[in-house]
């Protein structure tokens, strides 16, 4: 029996163990998930210390860690020096965002899609590679010598994007997300930590579950990482390195300053750190910006993908890859893909190399703005971060309702948005938000569709 009596002592958390279970720690793990997915245990919810749980069901403090730590691993849990340990705000979101189906008659504001302006050009394209007499060629296996002049085209596209990378760092992968996840792959074993932002892309979430990797939230200023904030995880979370979005942040929008994006080199070459620099959206920005891979070049893993710049489809990205990542990210990449399509490395070559490229992304930038213009005819009266090229907005709900209970009760009118929680990252409190795609519906007067349903919603609940 435990020696100390906890019949009226306050606990978070009292689980019932059948100790002939074993292993215990597992059973304990169990009994966990299942009360977080019942809802016993809310998100948010401080558990007991790991020495009190122990005495409270007379069992070894080894076989608690090992059960929390199986529960970390999971994503269920959120651990941080000084602070304990919690359930995880995201430990029930859904992480994937495109659904297998999606209800009949709902408009799409929720995943970022570009508009389809890109789609004739690229099909011409396409239509005149298939009429070639080597046109065999694209439908076999990328070979490494094959590929030096596509190369040269990742190279420039990236240069519009605001980094120099040379040629000779380049690597191909089967979209950004595939990127991240052999990056992690490679520079990382299970249990190992990354910084992000708190709210972050969930395809990093989802890539970091599967390789059992912790990601470490790290507190933002104004809308942007904090240097400071980073520099205090490197000291005392045991991270190794941080994922980050500087242009038109996915989900909040933002765009990091230069400033700021010199700091956080600056911390990332003190504590070598490893940075994975996503310029998913870096195209749709008028004017460029130096990626934060110009101030730390032998830090950063820039990723620069076509899908949410030119078409969804388009499932390439370009990975400049500092020499001494060059080899285990490379590794990583053919074990998960053995070659990228070379119909599709093609495709995007020619279209970039023939300057095509900057036409597409002109008249997506152009489509956004239309977009954008009403949207803010429509939300006016309300907090809207984002700016007039991007494809998403960042909406800050009134009153107290949460972004969960808003994207429900849109869906219901017809709507589908993505909230705070599908995005928010361990025990980082989701802010009260939804991500608005503006892109995603099927023309401008489906967005305005859209939009009247989603401000009479906000307009009762001011």
């Excluded at 990742?154 to 992968?173: D, Q, T």
């Excluded at 030119?310 to 060059?326: D, E, M, Q, S």
């Excluded at 948005?417 to 009260?432: D, H, I, L, M, T």
């Amino acid at each position: 029996m435990p020696i100390n009596s906890f019949e009226n002592y306050p606990m978070s958390w009292k689980p019932s163990i059948d100790k002939t279970n074993k292993p215990i720690y597992r059973a304990i793990a169990k009994q966990l998930q299942q009360d977080i997915i019942n809802g016993v245990l809310l998100p948010g919810t401080k558990l007991p210390p790991q020495r009190e749980l122990a005495d409270f069901l007379d069992l070894n403090l080894s076989t608690i860690s090992k059960a929390f730590k199986m529960c970390e691993l999971k994503g269920l849990l959120s651990a941080s020096v000084g602070s304990g340990t919690f359930v995880s705000y995201d430990a029930l979101s859904n992480a994937y965002l495109l659904e297998d189906t999606k209800p009949m008659h709902v408009i799409e504001m929720g995943a970022t899609l570009p508009d389809k302006a890109s789609y004739e050009p690229l099909l011409l394209q396409l239509k005149s590679m298939l009429q070639e007499t080597d046109y065999e060629n694209w439908f076999g296996y990328g070979r490494a010598g094959d590929n030096n002049w596509q190369k040269d085209a990742a190279v420039k596209l990236i240069r519009s994007c605001g980094f120099k990378a040379s040629a000779e760092s380049i690597l191909f992968a089967n979209g950004g997300q595939n990127a991240i996840a052999a990056t992690l792959a490679s520079l990382c074993k299970p249990g190992d930590r990354i910084g992000s932002d708190p709210h972050t892309y969930p395809g990093l979430k989802t890539a970091a579950a599967m390789l059992s990797i912790q990601i470490v939230p790290i507190k933002s200023e104004n809308g942007q990482m904090s240097p400071t904030a980073f520099e205090y995880v490197c000291k005392n979370e045991n991270i190794k390195g941080i994922y980050l979005i500087p242009d038109y942040h996915n989900p909040t929008a933002s765009i990091m300053t230069v400033e700021n994006r010199k700091r956080i080199a600056a911390v990332a070459k003190t504590y070598n750190q490893f940075i994975i620099e996503d310029s998913a959206y870096s195209l749709l920005n008028e004017q460029s910006l130096p990626a934060v891979a110009s101030f730390a070049p032998e830090q950063t893993i820039y990723i620069a993908s076509l899908s949410k710049a030119i078409a969804p489809g388009l499932r390439l990205a370009y990975v400049a890859v500092p020499n001494r990542f060059k080899e285990p990210i490379s590794k990583a990449l053919y074990n998960l893909n053995v070659s990228v399509s070379p119909l599709f490395t093609e495709l995007a070559a020619r279209t970039i190399v023939s300057n095509q490229y900057e036409v597409l992304i002109k008249n997506h930038r152009e489509q956004a703005k239309r977009r954008n213009e009403i949207v803010k005819r429509f939300l006016a009266d309300f907090t809207c971060y984002g700016i007039e090229t991007g494809i998403f907005r960042w909406l800050l709900l009134p009153g107290n309702i949460t972004g969960a209970e808003f994207e429900a009760l849109a869906a219901r009118r017809g709507v589908q948005v993505y909230a705070a929680e599908r995005f928010v990252v361990g025990n980082s409190s989701p802010e009260r938000a939804v991500r608005i795609a503006v892109s995603a519906p099927e023309n401008l007067e489906q967005l305005e569709e859209g939009l009247t349903i989603l401000k009479n919603l906000l307009d009762e609940l001011m």
